[in-house]
């Protein structure tokens, strides 16, 4: 099975603007995760869908915002960029959910300038 | 609210032996779940274990363990005959469960360092 992609894997942008990550689960899975990946912050949890629609939510401002298709693939986007959105943006998909096992993808690097 | 604290930032650990690294977390729920996730250097980030908090047996998976102390509030990850293939960060999470709500919180992350 291929495993867990996301497009693009560089990004740059510049404040003010928005941008949106792709992230292609697993084939046959259900749930996709996001999370922010930063020095200061370190690892946190944005949101969670599943079957299309938003199951969980971690304490990020309404600039974050996600969908799933139906097909299970995500995009997660990010409106008004700043200075301290620039991160690694990890997505994660399992087949039930976050009690799973995740199979992470190689994340999104994202610098906004 | 809910924290996890990884008290060792860096540690070194020879090959072949045996590194414990630690986690503590503070939580007034009673049902979650504790996780070890690794992230080698430029790779992806992989589940290395998983503790429902409801089990009082500790969770094995081959080489890795997990010392699991629910009144204490600490879930410690022990890597045994280390491989120079175990250098990676290492991070704690805890998540709580509530009407299938669930929310994940992570540590600030351990960089273990395996010696040749």
């Known amino acids: 099975k291929a495993g867990v992609t996301q497009t693009p894997r560089y990004l740059i942008k510049t404040r003010g603007q928005q941008v949106t990550l792709s992230c292609s689960p697993i084939?046959?899975?259900?749930?996709v995760s996001w999370y922010q990946q930063t020095p200061g912050q370190g690892l946190q949890f944005l949101f969670e869908?599943?079957?299309?629609?938003?199951?969980n939510k971690g304490n990020f401002p309404g600039r974050f915002s996600g969908r799933q298709f139906s097909n299970s693939r995500s995009e997660m986007n990010v409106s008004t960029l700043e200075l301290g959105d620039s991160a690694l943006y990890l997505c994660?998909?399992?087949?039930?959910?976050?009690?799973?096992?995740?199979?992470f993808g190689p994340g999104t690097r994202l610098t906004v300038l | 609210a809910q924290t996890v604290t990884q008290s060792q930032p860096e540690m070194s650990v020879q090959e072949a032996e045996t590194v414990t690294l630690s986690c503590t977390y503070d939580?007034?729920?009673?049902?979650?779940?504790l996780f070890w996730y690794k992230q080698p250097p430029s790779r992806q980030m992989i589940l290395v274990i998983r503790?429902?908090?409801?089990?009082?047996q500790n969770a094995t998976e081959n080489r890795f363990s997990v010392n699991f102390q629910k009144a204490a509030k600490s879930f410690s990850l022990k890597i045994s005959d280390s491989q120079l293939g175990d250098t990676a960060m290492y991070f704690c999470?805890?998540?709580?469960?509530?009407?299938?709500?669930?929310?994940?919180?992570f540590g600030s992350g351990t960089k273990l360092n395996v010696k040749p």
């Open positions: 994660a998909s399992s087949s039930r959910g976050t009690t799973d096992t995740q199979y």
């Open positions: 084939s046959g899975h259900r749930s």
């Open positions: 869908y599943f079957s299309e629609t938003q199951r």
């Open positions: 939580t007034s729920e009673n049902n979650y779940y």
């Open positions: 503790q429902e908090a409801y089990k009082q």
């Open positions: 999470a805890f998540m709580k469960t509530r009407f299938s709500f669930n929310k994940f919180y």
